[in-house]
């Protein structure tokens, strides 16, 4: 641990004196990273589930943390600074907690919820499975869904915020303790099970409310005079109902509220006219948070009325983002918001938490110096908060402001983030389609007389098992301890060995399991121009899990074929048809921090277009099926639905640039579509990671792939029903068969039974027989059996046909 994380008596003297001696700025922090600036946490939360630690220990290693962003952000003299943003797992969860909403399976029977239960709700235990885990917003956080219904009886169970305010405190910080807000933590919920239909989760607002005024009372009674109340539901399309809970809930709190500053802070989007118009008419509040980095519109909302006599907590840091602020920008914009709401009455803040931001670029040696001078993590945006608020009240940081002008303007004219030919070719692109020249049920009759595959294929998602001794290979090769030679000795033994299962298990269309691979993104970004990696650019994703998104910091380019050297000998070992596996661009982009000076799609019409140039190459190497994984392409859609179309049409456009090469596009040149039978039969794949994807199903449609598999195993219902309702689906369809996120074998009949249900309602030519994901995470003793019993399922019901 870095020293400063090691000394829990951080509230000695001198930091009291640095803490005391800073003046009171308008400055503000929505929230702080957890994990730590090595993922100190996420160590010693795996440390403690598995039995080598005690809690106290677990305990211990929070508290250190706690202790040192308190004092750092004091250290950076930021005013208003957070306390229970902190958290062991998450903070919809805490909130849970607090209201002493357990679900009646994981055996609460009162009292302070301790770990045991929390982490029970948090993770299951071995007889009951875990709460349902859904992402935050549009961010790749996942928070645990609260499940609802009328019999909870709520009751004040976890103290955490108060003890955690008293716990600054006592290192001399006072801080602003953070709620979810009753009513967006209510929107965030689900109802319990057996109520589904017929409850509204809003309807327990009366009955939480109570809880929150404990909480208030205690907060104020321990010295608190300002309380943060999260309400980012408020950024969603909320219809007159939602609104009017809000204006319930918070007169329903003013009289526990009076004496105190309140806070209520909105996020990852500019808040509705309508939300807005409910928000700033809120009695009991003094501050309004918003989001000035995503929120394009919220500018306007403010200078079109804002209460006089309220303070604007001013989101201009980008706390989704890498990028150092353009502080000279933000300025402007602080500037012209003082004119509207007055001088003493403006707070500098970060768009929303740090916590969807890296943590500390201190940790980022061999970060190249130039890109490095372009970026802030959230130890760096603390500072630049503090930098702005100072510059406001007169005490303009000059050489920092000029520092920082200096790497805005490297970055802006920096030859390696500008690549003429790339920029020209994505310009070209304006107002262009693509679309393939023959409709799909042409090319599957050309496809099907090549490829020969039996009525309901069985395949897989792309990678098998990542042994340990594979990881250490690959970990070797990149630290250059292993030489090239025997590199690809082992990484060819291993395709090798998947090929050789998959011919034994009789799969029809194989992969050849990914094993060069460290992670679908990763492996792409690396080889490709405009992508930067950190060593510790960590961001939560939930519980301890984390993610390292590459940064792409210029314009995309493919200086080589990245995947034809391993597609290529992997179809040599086999001569059923090998899958070609690829990243799609819209995942690259959604899984990566994106270069805020030019439009996303921008970024990612780039990376289609090197994309397309692999697809073919590696049909200039005859592989014929190609598989283009767009895990990731729900995940972007925006939060509001007015969004939903642009995103929608520019990222299914990204897709199809990538498959319109020369012979999947249908450009046969001098062959007429049936020599195309005997030339080639170019098939093109796509995977999605979710199963949740009726309301997009047109798009999916358009997307115009031969075959998509997708997540199914936890909702065939769902996904089925889209097809039941008579939307047409003419291309080749993959619901997983089983989950893979669980190490559960499941038998013939079950997934004979389930395939069999997908036949009720799709054409038995277009059926696929698949897992629902990659297999990478589980273990061969559990891959082989399944698979075998996967194909076992198929070739029963083909004897039905
Ligand atoms: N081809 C990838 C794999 O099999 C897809 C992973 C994913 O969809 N997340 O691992
Ligand atoms: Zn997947």
Redo the contacts with the bound molecule.
Sequence with gaps: FPSSLTTTNSNSPPFLLRYFSVRAMASHVVGYPRMGPKRELKFALESFWDGKSSAEDLQNVAADLRSSIWKQMSDAGIKFIPSNTFSCYDQVLDTTAMLGAVPPRYGWNGGEIGFDVYFSMARGNASVPAMEMTKWFDTNYHYIVPELGPEVNFSYASHKAVIEYKEAKALGVDTVPVLVGPVSYLLLSKPAKGVEKSFSVLSLIDKILPVYQEVVAELKAAGATWIQFDEPKLVMDLGAHELQAFTHAYSALEASLSGLNVLIETYFADVPVEAYKTLISLKSVTGFGFDLVRGTKTLDLIKGGFPSGKYLFAGVVDGRNIWANDLASSLGVLHALEGIVGKDKLVVSTSCSLLHTAVDLVNEPKLDKEIKSWLAFAAQKVVEVNALAKALSGQKDEAFFSANAAAQASRKSSPRVTNEAVQQAAAALKGSDHRRATNVSDRLDAQQKKLNLPILPTTT?GSFPQTLELRRVRREYKAKKVSEEDYVEAIKKEINKVVKLQEELDIDVLVHGEPERNDMVEYFGEQLSGFAFTANGWVQSYGSRCVKPPIIYGDVSRPKAMTVFWSSLAQSMSKRPMKGMLTGPVTILNWSFVRNDQPRFETCYQIALAIKDEVEDLEKAGITVIQI?E?ALREGLPLRKSEHAFYLNWAVHSFRITNCGKFSCGDFGAYSILDFGERGGWKIHT???YSNFNDIIHSIIDMDADVITI?NSRSDEKLLSVFREGVKYGAGIGPGVYDIHSPRIPSEEEIADRVEKMLAVLESNILWVNP???LKTRKYAEVKPALSNMVAAAKRLRTKF
């Design positions: 998602i994984d895990a995977h999605m990671c997540e629902d994901c990659g």
